[in-house]
Each structure stands twice: as C-alpha cells, then as structure tokens.
C-alpha cells in the first residue's frame, strides 16, 4: 500500500480542492475557476514532489488541464456556468499556451521529440 502512496495522494488531494464547495475555502469571493486553478496548482506541486510520472510530463498534464478546466475552449461540462457571477471568468486558450511557449519553441521541441524517435538516422554534411 505504501508504494501506492505517491500515486494516491497526488490525485485525491486535488481532487478534494476541487470538489470543496467555495464556502469552504477561507477567502472571500474566490470563484470556481480560481477554485480549478487552485486544484491544478495542487497537483503541480504534488507530482513535482512525489514524482508519479515524469517531471517533464506533469507539466504537459498541467498544461491539458488548464485547457480543459479554465479555457474558453474546454470542456462544455466546465464552461456550462460561464456568466454568472461567483464562476469567475474563462481564460482565452491562445492565452494559455503563449503562457508556455512560443511558437517557435514548440517546432523545436517538435522536431526533437521526432529526432529521438529515429535513432537510425546519420547526419552527414554535403
């Protein structure tokens, strides 16, 4: 049970956050997108320090759940009290991902994740 430890705790705690109603939370006028980005913050930082997956693979879960929870492209479950008040307001999806990285940053690390995958490849100069 104890190696299931790193697995578990990740998950429930933020999960717990993120199923909390707002009045539990001891700030006044946190609305439920900042209650998700609270969760997702939670689970940053646990995966960082008990390290279930990868390190570079939290931060592409971070980045999947940002989309799918806070963006204005998510999921329409997430979206479906998008107007009202104490909901909070949607962030744009181009928002998010200039937040990460830039253009030219994902082509490289684009065509180096494709380099790794090919190991048969010699690079010869002409």
């Not at 697995?7 to 997108?33: D, K, N, Q, R």
Request: glycine share 4%; proline share 7%; hydrophobic share 55%.
């Amino acid at each position: 049970m104890q190696k299931y430890l790193k697995y578990i705790i990740p998950i429930s705690i933020p999960l717990i956050v993120l199923l909390l109603p707002l009045s539990a939370f001891p700030f006044e006028g946190l609305t439920i997108v900042q209650q998700r980005v609270i969760a997702i913050f939670l689970l940053a930082a646990l995966c960082w320090v008990f390290e279930p997956i990868p390190i570079y693979a939290t931060s592409v879960v971070i980045i999947v759940l940002e989309l799918l929870l806070v963006s204005n492209k998510g999921v329409y479950l997430f979206r479906m009290g998008e107007g009202q008040p104490h909901f909070g307001e949607l962030l744009n999806y181009n928002e998010i991902m200039a937040t990460f990285a830039s253009p030219i940053i994902m082509l490289f690390l684009g065509a180096s994740s494709l380099l790794w995958r090919q190991p048969n490849i010699v690079w010869t100069s002409t």
